[in-house]
Every structure is written in C-alpha cells, then in structure tokens.
C-alpha cells in the first residue's frame, strides 16, 4: 500500500512559478510510474506529467512542455513539480499518483493510488 501526500500549492500570480511536492510511504519499486495529474472545474482529470522511478524518463502533456518539470528524489522517495510560467488556465487541484503496474509507457498511466490533492490558482 502507497500514500501520498501533496504540498506547495496555493495562490500565484500569472508568470509566477509554484513547486509541488509529493511524499510518498510504502514500497516504491523501479517499475513504479508516478506522476501529476489536474482537474480543473468542470472538467476532466487530465495527466500533466509523469516519470519513471528508476530511469527518470519523463512525459509532458503539451500544454505545459517548457514550462513544467518532473522530478524525483528517490532517496527522499519524494516527487516534484516546478510549475513556471504558469497562466490562468492551470488553476486547478493537482492530485499525485502512482501507477504500481510494470513499466505503463508513461503517456498512458493509470494510477493505483492517490494523494489528496492541492489546490493551485492562478490569478491574472
């Protein structure tokens, strides 16, 4: 069993930059895919980014490429999320997760486990 716990979220102006965190307990295996999803009102949960836990290949959604950036500290095992340049449009809740199935090509995970979710807005 996984649980993850998201911080760093809040309110940013336009053109601000925001980091995420996600700590997570439990077993986390090389295979392990994790990445960040958001939902913003009224529409659906969307993958923004996700990273394989051992080789550190990383997926962006092109609606943040060049803007956001995956990473994780294995030791810590502790996922993040720089978010720069961000605009209005990526106000949303951004929820962590992990896909715990071997080696999902990272575009197309589907996570086992979530964190709770934060909260970013971004005012113009």
């Known amino acids: 069993q996984v649980q993850l716990v998201e911080s760093g979220g809040g309110l940013v102006q336009a053109g601000g930059s925001l980091r995420l965190s996600c700590a997570a307990s439990g077993p986390i295996f090389s295979s392990y895919s994790m990445g960040w999803f958001r939902q913003a009102p009224g529409k659906e949960r969307q993958l923004v980014a996700a990273i394989r836990w051992m080789s550190g290949s990383t997926y962006y959604a092109d609606s943040v490429k060049g803007r956001f950036t995956i990473s994780r500290d294995n030791a810590k095992n502790t996922v993040y999320l720089q978010m720069n340049s961000l605009k209005i449009e990526d106000t949303a809740v951004y929820y962590c997760?992990?896909?715990?199935?071997?080696?999902?090509?990272?575009?197309?995970?589907?996570?086992?486990?979530w964190g709770q979710g934060t909260q970013v807005t971004v005012s113009s």
């Open positions: 997760a992990v896909d715990a199935k071997m080696l999902t090509p990272l575009a197309t995970i589907i996570p086992n486990y």
